[in-house]
């Protein structure tokens, strides 16, 4: 394996330059150029994704709103529900329905009763 | 004059001066619109698109006891109210017929009148539907057909306990009884919901001025009220009134070790899902808290107890007694003559002897006038004491205080205090005179009487509520145990039959003229008994009173079958074992 030197254009060396102490002293710069026309497409292509990824979001946010609006919904009418059962379960464990039940009807009183000491 | 020279423009270089014409005026425009009334179209497009809406609360439930399972008395269902547009109905005859099956007994009268009113836009064919009749109609999707969501307040034990509950009324404000006490923990706190809205009204989490204020819930209350002594009470107390002919019944079971109110019923009262067909806005009182009364002999029991409390009499000891007793310038005399000479106190409160009360009084004194300290001793047990002219603090609407002369007022005298001894001169409610009677037969503490058995957490659990502060001492235990032994005594001396053998039973008869037009009229009485039962100890105490128009009712014969009647089914129900 052979040493292959820098190719870099801009290279200084440290006797070359003011050198200090914890300073890079390379510097690399890109062989590519773009000129202004590049610039302008790059800029407005970014500011293209960064709106789109924005309204992406915004989008996905709207649609988790409805699908919580869904859940909403369907809790509520739940609760209803709930709350209708809770209704007919009162009504029907209530004292005149419990005592006019044929349950209620068919009970003796009975005869003696002993207590347990 | 020389010519300037005119330098002819391009035509690009006009359009480009017009074109940064044009952006100007729109720049300025813009800069106007969105910089300098940029606040007044802010809050146009907030009104627009950001809707608030109120998260209802719910209202609490109210419980009562079974045994010692909360069961529900008040609680609430969405119901609908169905109304038309005639202007728009295509089909008359199938709404009506659709309606009537799935509705008739929710709907309106002269439904055809109704809904071929072509003029009007509205018209209601039908309130408190239930979910499912208002789904099925809504299934046939006629044109014109609507629904209107509301709360209401559904009693599944009909008109149990009516004037305790109380009712909510059109605006939804708690009335009377619990409803009206406990209006503020039961109403809750409606949320708010701040949010930009769809066109559709669907809430969106976009903006930042969003707020969600959960809604706070009413409190779940449960009643110390027993609905199958609620029930026996209320039956017992109907039966009571046909018996006897009475207009008017109170009945107030209480459990004496705690101060629990287990019924409280009165009649004539009313149904609180239909309040609003209410003869009178008197039926909506509770009696039992709101009408003070002159309690009459009952209190008979309370002066003696106040002679065994000072050692100034014992039940055995003896005075002599006449027919008559003259205190100042008035005569007081003995409904039952005859007991005469050398009685006991028992034999006293046997007979309901006025004149053997009005001794114990002088006894608190010099024995022989009723003197200011035996006025001053009297008023100390009677109202410090026993509670008499107070608030009891029970959780019910319209408690009134009743009123108790001091005897440093110009009413105060001799002649006043020798009537409050057997009950006159005095007005108190029944909730005073149950509520006190419980220390004298409970070993002398006083537990002010409560409704309020606690709270339903979230999860349906019962949290007790907090204890009110017991009155320690208002007679000694011995005090106590001798005026329990005479009461016992007083019942077995005339009712003995009545009971259930092997429990310990007792109980005071009480027959108050009513005061018409500043006199006494004997033949407009007031009958009560209040009286206590239980096996070891005393385990529940009632008070039942019974009255009528021009009708004299007396307490042994009119109120205390009605006492003998629960008395005897409690014993069932709380499963008390005989002595012995």
């Known amino acids: ?117 | 004059m020389p010519q300037l020279p005119f330098k002819e423009m391009s035509r690009p270089a006009i359009i480009r001066w017009l074109l940064i014409a044009v952006m100007v005026v729109f720049g300025i425009r813009l800069f106007y619109l969105q910089v300098i009334k940029h606040a007044d179209y802010a809050e146009m497009a907030a009104a627009e698109q950001i809707k608030p809406l109120t998260i209802p609360a719910k209202r609490g439930l109210i419980y009562a006891m079974d045994g010692s399972t909360p069961v529900p008395l008040v609680i609430n269902q969405t119901l609908y109210t169905m109304f038309v547009d005639p202007s728009i109905v295509k089909d008359p005859s199938k709404i009506l017929d659709t309606i009537r099956s799935v509705a008739g007994g929710n709907l309106q009268p002269n439904l055809e009148s109704l809904i071929s009113r072509k003029e009007s836009r509205y018209q209601i064919l039908g309130k408190n539907l239930t979910r499912r009749q208002a789904e099925m109609i809504k299934s046939k999707n006629y044109a014109g057909l609507g629904f209107q969501e509301v709360t209401a307040r559904v009693y599944p034990e009909a008109g149990l306990a009516g004037q305790v509950l109380g009712f909510v009324n059109g605006d939804g404000v708690g009335q009377y009884g619990v409803e009206g006490y406990f209006n503020s923990q039961l109403v809750g706190k409606d949320g708010r919901l701040k949010s930009v809205t769809d066109p559709s009204g669907v809430p969106l989490t976009i903006g930042d001025k969003n707020v969600n204020i959960p809604a706070v819930d009413g409190d779940d209350i449960v009643l110390t009220i027993d609905r199958n002594v609620q029930a026996f009470a209320e039956k017992a107390l109907a039966e009571g009134l046909k018996r006897t002919k009475a207009t008017n019944g109170s009945v107030v079971v209480i459990d004496p070790r705690n101060g629990k109110v287990m019924a409280m019923a009165n009649l004539p009262t009313y149904n609180p899902a239909e309040f609003g067909k209410a003869q009178s806005a008197d039926l909506f009182n509770n009696a039992i808290v709101s009408a003070p009364y002159e309690p009459g002999s009952d209190i008979k029991t309370f002066t003696v107890a106040t002679g065994l409390d000072k050692g100034i009499i014992e039940p055995d000891s003896r005075y002599n007694n006449t027919d008559y007793i003259k205190i100042e310038d008035r005569t007081i005399q003995n409904f039952t003559k005859g007991q005469t000479g050398d009685i006991t106190y028992q034999t006293a409160l046997n007979y309901s002897l006025n004149t053997g009360m009005v001794t114990i009084a002088k006894l608190l004194g010099d024995g022989n006038s009723i003197t200011k300290g035996a006025r001053d001793t009297l008023y100390d047990y009677f109202h410090n004491r026993f509670g008499f002219g107070k608030l009891t603090g029970i959780e019910l609407s319209n408690e009134q205080p009743g009123i108790i002369i001091s005897p440093s007022q110009r009413d105060g005298g001799a002649v006043r205090y020798s009537n409050m001894t057997f009950g006159q001169g005095m007005d108190l409610t029944m909730i005073q005179v149950a509520s006190s009677f419980c220390s004298l037969v409970n070993g002398g503490t006083y537990y002010p009487p409560t409704v309020v058995e606690g709270k339903l957490d979230k999860d349906g659990n019962l949290v007790a509520a907090p204890k009110k502060t017991p009155k320690l001492g208002v007679i000694s235990k011995t005090a106590s145990d001798k005026v329990h032994k005479m009461i016992h005594e007083a019942r077995t001396a005339f009712f003995a039959n009545r009971d259930k053998p092997g429990y310990d039973i007792g109980g005071k008869t009480g027959t108050s003229q009513t005061l018409i037009n500043g006199s006494y009229d004997n033949d407009q009485t007031v009958g009560t008994y209040l009286g206590y039962g239980g096996d070891t100890e005393a385990k529940y105490v009632i008070m039942v009173e019974v009255s009528g128009k021009g009708m004299g009712l007396q307490g042994g014969t009119d109120a205390m079958p009605i006492f003998t009647d629960i008395s005897n089914w409690l014993i069932d129900y709380l499963k008390l074992q005989p002595k012995g």
Do not use: C
């Open chain 1, 1 to 117: 394996m052979s040493y292959q030197p820098l190719t870099t254009p801009y290279y200084s060396s440290r006797r070359q330059s003011g050198w200090n102490r914890n300073q890079n002293t390379v510097a690399f710069a890109s062989s590519i150029k773009l000129g202004p026309i590049s610039h302008t497409i790059l800029i407005a292509l970014m500011v293209t994704i960064i709106g789109l990824v924005y309204l992406t979001q915004a989008t996905m946010t709207t649609s988790y709103d409805y699908e919580a609006q869904k859940f909403d919904n369907q809790i509520a009418e739940l609760e209803t529900k709930n709350a209708d059962l809770k209704v007919d379960n009162a009504r029907l464990t209530a004292l005149e329905k419990v005592q006019s039940s044929n349950v209620a009807k068919n009970m003796t009183t009975p005869v003696s009763t002993e207590y347990a000491r």
